[in-house]
Structures are given as structure tokens and as C-alpha cells.
């Protein structure tokens, strides 16, 4: 099952797109700017929801739990919400770690990409000084 849910955070607008397969959810977060009217929500998924859904189906994947479909008298869901509420083990929804997970393992690759980026340049420097200075040797 496929869901998006777009909401202000702010600054902007953000849209979540969660993929639910096996059990298991997988989440992409995407920034969205001003508010999007319906017509422009749908452009933005005609043109890159392909790319969002690759995006959401690379992210690593979190353990969903399975709701109950018995009613529960209100008084005690009460009772479990503030019981719930009280303990602060788990941080957030399955969403919202699947975003947490993938924030994460793009932080990574970025570090990578600007460690390599940065090599790149010093080492790229270093060539320019080296011909710098052999051209300065043969003026002598």
C-alpha cells in the first residue's frame, strides 16, 4: 500500500510518501515549498513520482505493527494513551523512523560525496602548484 501525506513543517510544505509491503514500511521525505493546490500536488507526481517511489523503495526498511480490529472500551483507551504518553522509549511513529533511517544513510553518502569532492580539489591544487612551479624552474 502507497500513501503520501503532505503537511506544513515550518518553513515549508513537506510530502511523505510511504511504501507498506510484508509487514514492512519503507518512507521518502520530499520538500515541497509553498502550499500545493490539488492541480499542482498532481504535476508534481505525474513528474517525479517514479523517482520518489525508487527513492522510498531504497530507503531502509522498519517492522510495521498490525492494528487490532477489536473495540476497545473508551475509558481504557484512555488509559493506554496516557500510559502510552507517559513512556518516552519509543521516539515517534514507524514513519517517521523509516524518514530518521534514511536521513541518515543520505547524510553518509553525502559525507562520502564531499570527502571525495574535496580530495579531488586538493589533489587537483596540488597539480596546478606542481606545474606552476616547473614553469617558474624553466624561466630561470
Same mark, same amino acid.
Given at each position: 500500500?502507497?500513501?503520501?501525506?503532505?503537511?506544513?513543517?515550518?518553513?515549508?510544505?513537506?510530502?511523505?510518501?510511504?511504501?507498506?509491503?510484508?509487514?514492512?514500511?519503507?518512507?521518502?521525505?520530499?520538500?515541497?515549498?509553498?502550499?500545493?493546490?490539488?492541480?499542482?500536488?498532481?504535476?508534481?507526481?505525474?513528474?517525479?513520482?517514479?523517482?520518489?517511489?525508487?527513492?522510498?523503495?531504497?530507503?531502509?526498511?522498519?517492522?510495521?505493527?498490525?492494528? $487490532? !480490529? #477489536?473495540?476497545?472500551?473508551?475509558?481504557?483507551?484512555?488509559?493506554?494513551? @496516557? =500510559?502510552?504518553?507517559?513512556?518516552?522509549? /519509543? %521516539?515517534?511513529?514507524?514513519?517517521?523512523?523509516?524518514?530518521?533511517?534514511?536521513?541518515?544513510?543520505?547524510?553518509?553518502?553525502?559525507?562520502?560525496?564531499? $570527502? !571525495? #569532492?574535496?580530495?579531488?580539489?586538493?589533489?587537483?591544487?596540488?597539480?596546478? @602548484? =606542481?606545474?606552476?612551479?616547473?614553469?617558474? /624552474? %624553466?624561466?630561470?
Amino acid at each position: 500500500m502507497v500513501s503520501l501525506s503532505v503537511y506544513f513543517e515550518s518553513p515549508f510544505w513537506v510530502g511523505v510518501l510511504e511504501i507498506v509491503e510484508d509487514g514492512e514500511l519503507r518512507a521518502t521525505r520530499f520538500v515541497l515549498g509553498s502550499e500545493p493546490t490539488d492541480p499542482e500536488l498532481y504535476e508534481f507526481l505525474m513528474r517525479h513520482g517514479v523517482a520518489l517511489l525508487e527513492r522510498a523503495e531504497a530507503a531502509p526498511a522498519v517492522p510495521v505493527e498490525t492494528a $487490532r !480490529e #477489536r473495540r476497545v472500551n473508551p475509558k481504557r483507551a484512555a488509559k493506554l494513551a @496516557a =500510559r502510552a504518553a507517559a513512556r518516552v522509549t /519509543r %521516539r515517534g511513529t514507524a514513519a517517521q523512523e523509516a524518514l530518521r533511517l534514511e536521513l541518515e544513510s543520505t547524510k553518509g553518502q553525502a559525507r562520502v560525496n564531499r $570527502r !571525495e #569532492r574535496e580530495r579531488a580539489l586538493a589533489e587537483h591544487r596540488r597539480e596546478v @602548484a =606542481r606545474r606552476k612551479r616547473i614553469e617558474r /624552474r %624553466r624561466d630561470r
